[in-house]
């Protein structure tokens, strides 16, 4: 997030570089960094003429280059943006000709998602010399809620722990989506407010009751009752609950406590970045490992990889996705 500031200040700065190189797993900074340069670099008399906006499975390195290659109409620059550049991954290395010498007068965005280019290539190397190279690389999920703070603290916003947890928990390390349920909340709440869990709940349409966030708590504290309750429901909502999804984070909540019963430094801070939680959900934990001692947790462990394969519909002899949750808590409560 920090290298995405100095971008954009540069930017604002008038320290443009002829070439903008945007690739990696999360999108989500390619897509705000690329939006960025088209909506501010030009003004908008300047954009008819010299903003031009192509698609990678549309055109050819050949065509880029002839586009970037072409002198600004009475501008002192121009802006040409390739989105979706991944699709000529397997021609990128043909850029490595314009990159040696690109107009001094184009800016060349080229937002190659979900992939990145080898460092130890020519190619990478000749567009970090002569122009930016950028990673937006996947957060890992124990990052996810500081991200959320820092974005809602620049548009004048606290959060709950809890609320950051939900929306992890719900919508996983996903940055985009993030941001739009976030984008969400902000319409209804004046800035200064601080976003709770019954907000997520009321205005992003997680159920309070029926969630995993939920159907974890109750399998630590061993509420079968709350569980299978929690369970049925999922059963009968399926688009709402994938069993993949659920079964995933039921798995990991084991691995946590796996880790937890292995720790010798039990001290809080460092069970929580252990663990990857905020501080606020240790005593969750702490109620699960008294109810589940290690050698359950790893028997539990392969009962779920079991369950998982299951999920994916290897040998499940076409049972419903309600009966592979019933065993799935039949397994870890017994």
Not at 69 to 95: C, F, G, H, N, W
Not at 222 to 227: D, F, G, H, I, Y
């Amino acid at each position: 997030m920090d290298e995405v500031v100095k971008i954009v200040n540069d930017i604002k700065a008038g320290n443009l570089k002829p070439i903008y190189f945007l690739m990696g797993e999360e999108p989500y900074y390619i897509d705000k960094l690329s939006d960025f340069i088209e909506d501010t670099v030009l003004s908008e008399d300047e954009k008819g003429f010299n903003q031009t906006v192509l698609y990678g499975r549309d055109v050819t390195i050949e065509d880029i280059v002839s586009t970037a290659k072409r002198y600004p109409m009475m501008a002192e620059r121009q802006v040409v943006i390739i989105k979706e550049a991944q699709e000529l991954s397997r021609t990128i290395d043909k850029l490595e000709s314009y990159a040696e010498k690109p107009m001094p007068t184009t800016v060349l965005v080229l937002c190659y998602k979900y992939k990145t280019l080898d460092k130890r290539k020519k190619v990478t190397k000749t567009l970090a010399k002569n122009g930016l190279v950028y990673e937006s690389k996947k957060l890992y999920e124990n990052q996810v809620g500081d991200w959320i703070k820092r974005v809602l603290a620049g548009k004048k916003y606290a959060i709950e722990p809890k609320a950051s947890a939900m929306l992890v928990e719900f919508l996983g390390t996903d940055l985009s989506r993030i941001n739009n349920e976030l984008e969400k909340l902000k319409i209804i709440l004046p800035a200064g407010s601080t976003i709770t869990a019954h907000h997520i709940e009321e205005n992003i349409g997680f159920s309070k009751d029926f969630n995993v966030f939920e159907l974890r708590k109750a399998i630590g504290e061993r509420n079968q009752l709350k569980a299978y309750t929690i369970a049925e429901n999922f059963a009968q909502n399926p688009k709402d609950n994938p069993l993949v999804m659920t079964t995933g984070l039921v798995f990991s909540f084991f691995i946590q406590l796996l880790k937890y019963h292995g720790l010798k430094d039990k001290n809080p801070k460092n069970v929580a970045a252990v663990l990857g939680v905020n501080p606020y959900f240790l005593k969750d934990y702490d109620v699960a490992i008294k109810n589940y001692p290690m050698r359950k947790v790893s028997q539990i462990v392969g009962s779920l990889r079991d369950i998982d394969v299951k999920s994916k519909g290897v040998g499940a002899n076409a049972l419903s996705n309600g009966d592979l949750l019933k065993e799935m808590l039949y397994k870890i409560f017994n």
